[in-house]
């Protein structure tokens, strides 16, 4: 009869929960447009638009044990962020799934840090969908900015692999960086000529480890499909692009986080699409 003001089906206790939903709002470097500290509200409002039934995957979302611990208090400084999140992950259940509703991209690496904690060294891949590569050694005077997030994930200890998708933004620096030091990526031109199968064909061999992290920063998609990004770039991956990674990714990932979101330019289609791929997530994860 109440709606519960969480995640949509995520009523489970957490001492039970086999997927936890933690809302990281920080949006403290945003370059361009600010406000993706609203992001995981909005996306939590957004779930309860869908059938708790997944009728691809021929399951019932409230049937599972789903707990939505809501949101982490990160105040202003990326420093402290990063420390917060690193705390916060530190004392999430190991048994449980946890996905993350940002925030901003700078959410991400103190997660990796945190989750290849749990695992052997070398054995954490992490697959990022992003349209830039994020490898600058730092912006807007830190090294904790969003346009860093890649940089910093490749700088955790444990990381055995790593590639992104649906590039198509950096600098010639950035790139000269990538080609130096051989950073895996495919730009979404390939993905757009090649199909997106094809594409994780090869993502997911070089990914072959025991372990698997999903980072999708919403800007990889088209800003036909979201547009309430922090750094909108055209010519970016369809919604079905992004729905394929999750459905071939998701049943090997031990986590997930969407990032970037600015509810503030969106008309909800942004947010629908990021609640969507969070319960594609689950489902995917769910029937493996
Ligand atoms: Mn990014
Ligand atoms: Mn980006």
């Keep these: 009869m109440f709606l519960r003001c969480g995640f949509a089906d995520a009523d489970a206790d ?17 370059s361009f447009r600010s406000g993706s500290r609203d992001g995981p509200d909005a996306i939590r409002l957004a779930s309860f638009n869908f059938e708790s039934y997944d009728c691809n995957y021929d399951l019932d979302l409230a049937t599972l044990a789903i707990c939505d611990l809501g949101n982490m208090d990160l105040g202003a400084d990326p420093a402290y962020a990063e420390e917060t999140i690193k705390e916060g992950i530190a004392l999430l259940p190991k048994a449980a799934v946890p996905i993350f509703l940002g925030g901003e991209h700078s959410i991400t690496p103190p997660i990796v840090e945190g989750l290849a904690k749990n695992c052997a060294d070398g054995e954490l891949g992490v697959l990022v969908l992003d349209a830039h590569l994020d490898l600058r050694e730092q912006f807007g005077n830190t090294r904790f900015s969003h346009a860093c997030a890649s940089k910093r994930i ?8 790593f590639t992104s998708i649906g590039i198509r933004s950096g600098s010639k620096e950035e790139f000269t960086f990538a080609k130096e030091n051989d950073i895996s990526y495919h730009t979404s031109r390939e993905v757009f000529e090649k199909g997106i199968d094809y594409v994780l064909d090869d993502a997911l061999e070089r990914l072959n480890c025991e372990q698997l992290y999903l980072s999708i920063d919403l800007d990889a998609l088209d800003p036909a499909f979201a547009p309430a990004v922090g750094n909108p770039e055209p010519f970016g991956l369809t919604s079905w692009d992004v729905l394929r990674t999750i459905e071939r990714a998701g049943p090997r990932a031990v986590g997930l986080d ?3 979101l600015s509810p503030a330019y969106d008309h909800g289609q942004t947010a629908l699409l990021a609640a969507r791929l969070a319960r594609v997530f689950i489902a995917a994860r769910a029937k493996k």
């Design 258 to 260: 969407i990032n970037e």
């Design 154 to 161: 490749l700088e955790k200890k444990g990381i055995g692999a």
């Design 14 to 30: 957490l001492r039970d929960a086999k997927y936890v939903v933690v809302g990281l709002p920080f949006d403290g470097t945003a």
